[in-house]
C-alpha cells in the first residue's frame, strides 16, 4: 500500500510560478510510474504530466512548455513545477502511483489563479 500527500497549491497570480510536491511513503519504487493529474470543478480529471522509471515525461499539451515533473526516488518525491500560470489552471492536482495495472491517489492539493 501506498500513501501520497501532496502540497505545495495555493494562490498565485496570473503568470506566476508553484511548485507542487508529492510524498509517499509505503509501496514505492523506481520502477513505478508517478505522475500527476488535477480536476477542477465541473470538468473530469485530466493528466498533467507523467514520469516513469527511466526518467522519461510526458504531458498535456495545455501545460507543455511551462510545467516540469521530476521524482527524487530516494527521498520518495515527485515534483511538479509550473510557471507563468494561466486563468484555466486553476484545480485540485492529484498526485499518482501507478502500479501493477492500478492508479493509487493522494488527496490532493488546490491551485488558485487568481490576480
Known amino acids: 500500500q501506498v500513501q501520497l500527500v501532496e502540497s505545495g497549491g495555493g494562490l498565485v497570480q496570473p503568470g506566476g510560478s508553484l511548485r507542487l510536491s508529492c510524498a509517499a511513503s509505503?509501496?514505492?519504487?523506481?520502477?513505478?510510474?508517478m505522475g500527476w493529474y488535477r480536476q477542477a470543478p465541473g470538468k473530469q480529471r485530466e493528466l498533467v504530466a507523467t514520469?516513469?522509471?527511466?526518467?522519461?515525461?510526458n504531458c498535456a499539451d495545455s501545460v507543455k512548455g511551462r510545467i516540469t515533473i521530476s521524482r527524487d526516488n530516494a527521498q520518495k518525491m515527485v515534483y511538479l513545477q509550473m510557471n507563468r500560470l494561466k486563468p484555466e489552471d486553476p484545480a485540485v492536482y492529484y498526485c499518482?502511483?501507478?502500479?501493477?495495472?492500478?492508479?493509487?491517489w493522494g488527496q490532493g492539493t488546490q491551485v488558485t489563479v487568481s490576480s
Open positions: 509505503g509501496s514505492f519504487s523506481s520502477r513505478y510510474a
Open positions: 499518482y502511483q501507478r502500479r501493477s495495472g492500478a492508479d493509487y
Open positions: 514520469i516513469i522509471c527511466s526518467g522519461s515525461t
